[in-house]
């Protein structure tokens, strides 16, 4: 396989990844895409940093068999506390591994909200994990160039199952939108970073609660970025889109979500196991 054929990777903790994976097709339309959602041990957002590192180390090691030529790290929690662990560990297998990008979801956020602001007051919205990594704000005090930052974030935990049971637009998470929006709120940002890939989903929602409020959307920062890279690495493209799903369950709802995250319907996945004494051998 040359470095034109080979895929790109893609990974989340479950399917709301698919999100991200969303705007990369979008963007590289003539790509090869493997996606891996742990919908087995989803979700994340709520462990601890050493398991979030843990569980992602295992689905890295599930892309770097299958030769990626790029890993795209959707998932925010995974992004925020373990980029470093996953390109240290592809240092370690070697080959072409140790040449493989890696791209996590902040800093193209981060990048994009303080472009995107005028004021400089900025909201993040993520996991509890996300938001106790401070990644988000990290990020942005780190790329700021001088402009002056006041970043205010709060971790909305309720918001990913309330997603996965389809109430986008009920009372319930109006009230619960509104609870966790309020501080923000009176804080007065003018741009809210979506730091999680289930919340581009309730963007109608947010917009009706926080009209004069950008929001950034992780997704579709990374994907941009992402095509820059590939294109630096001269893809030729297949021309056609192709994409392969592996999870690590296939839950009843899966392909009713699947097709709300990603805008289309999917092909049925396929279910693996992230179990290391599969992969040690035939990497
Ligand atoms: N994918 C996760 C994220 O973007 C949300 C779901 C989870 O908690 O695992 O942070």
New binding site residues.
Partial sequence: MTSHTRPIGVF???I??LTVLKHLTKVMPDEHFIYLG?TA???????SADTVRTYAQECARFLAHHNVKMMVV???????VALDTIEHYLTTLGGTHNRTSVIG?IDPAARAAVSTSVSGRIGVI?????IASDAYAIAMRRISNGKELSIHSRAC?LF?PLVEEGWTDTRATRLIAEEYLRPLIAQEIDTLVL?????PVLTPLLNELMPNVALVD?GACTAVEAAHIVDAQQSEGLHRTNIDLYVTDITPAFGMLARQFLGMPVDDPVRVTLDPAHFETSL
């Fill in positions: 989340d903790s479950g709301g990844g742990d041990r989803v979700p994340y957002g709520n462990r959707a998932c925010n929690t995974v992004s925020a979801v993520g996991t509890r994990a996300t935990p990913v730091g999680c890939t289930h919340y992780c």
